[in-house]
């Protein structure tokens, strides 16, 4: 158990929908990455918020937006959902925006848009 | 373009035996590197990292190698158990215009044949 959690495991919805995505991270990391993993694909940076502020924008779609929160939980907004954004969807924590520090993983939300 | 490749999709070693995964890199500025390991239905955990100034870091039974002139690194894994089927993703740490963000490959899955 990596002391990350993330809500909800399983998600299933529409074309056109919006979903959130929630993630806790470990007791006392500010630091939360969200990733996209597509089918046989590798984990793609989404982005990254450090004690609420964001700190580093990856390949996130303009139809995708995210922050955190004062109590450092995060939310990841997908809207007009394609069947593209089919995924696993990771949220990772770690104590410090800065390198060397290994990132926590949640166990993922799996989304499938039908 | 991907800036971290690992070019192996898969590999299979017998138990005792040496494992070496492979991850290439294009970026002479990213300053740190991390391999983690991937269970299916679970989210990434940390193995091991590595400083952009050092060569080598062992940890038990895994070593990871850095060679910056060719832009490459390797973690073995001695000897090689059943328990390490999975797959390996290796990562980049890019602070370079005053980013802070993680570099994925897509993954080399590992098989130890009992």
């Known amino acids: 158990d990596s002391g990350v959690t993330q809500t909800p495991k399983h998600l299933i919805t529409a074309t056109g929908q919006r979903v959130t995505l929630r993630c806790s991270p470990r007791?006392?990391?500010?630091?939360v990455y969200w990733y996209q993993q597509s089918l046989d694909q590798g984990l793609q940076f989404l982005i990254q918020y450090y004690n609420g502020e964001e700190r580093a924008k990856g390949n996130i779609l303009e139809r995708f937006s995210a922050q955190q929160f004062p109590d450092l939980h995060s939310e990841l907004n997908l809207s007009s959902l394609e069947l593209g954004d089919s995924a696993l969807y990771f949220c990772?924590?770690?104590?410090?925006?800065?390198?060397?520090?290994?990132?926590?993983f949640g166990p993922g939300t799996r989304l499938t848009v039908t | 373009d991907q800036q971290v490749k690992q070019n192996s999709p898969s590999l299979s070693v017998q138990e005792g035996r040496i494992s070496i995964l492979n991850c290439d890199y294009t970026?002479?500025?990213?300053?740190?590197f991390l391999w983690y390991k991937k269970y299916p239905a679970e989210g990434p955990t940390f193995l091991i990292s590595i400083s952009s100034i050092k060569d080598k870091n062992e940890d038990g039974r895994f070593t990871v190698f850095l060679n910056k002139s060719a832009k490459h690194l390797s973690l073995h894994i001695v000897p090689s158990q059943p328990g390490d089927s999975a797959v390996y993703f290796c990562a980049a740490h890019d602070s370079t215009s005053g980013t802070y963000k993680y570099i994925f490959g897509t993954g080399t899955r590992l098989k130890v044949l009992a």
């Open positions: 970026n002479s500025m990213f300053d740190y």
């Open positions: 990772a924590s770690s104590e410090s925006a800065h390198s060397g520090y290994e990132q926590y």
């Open positions: 007791s006392g990391d500010l630091s």
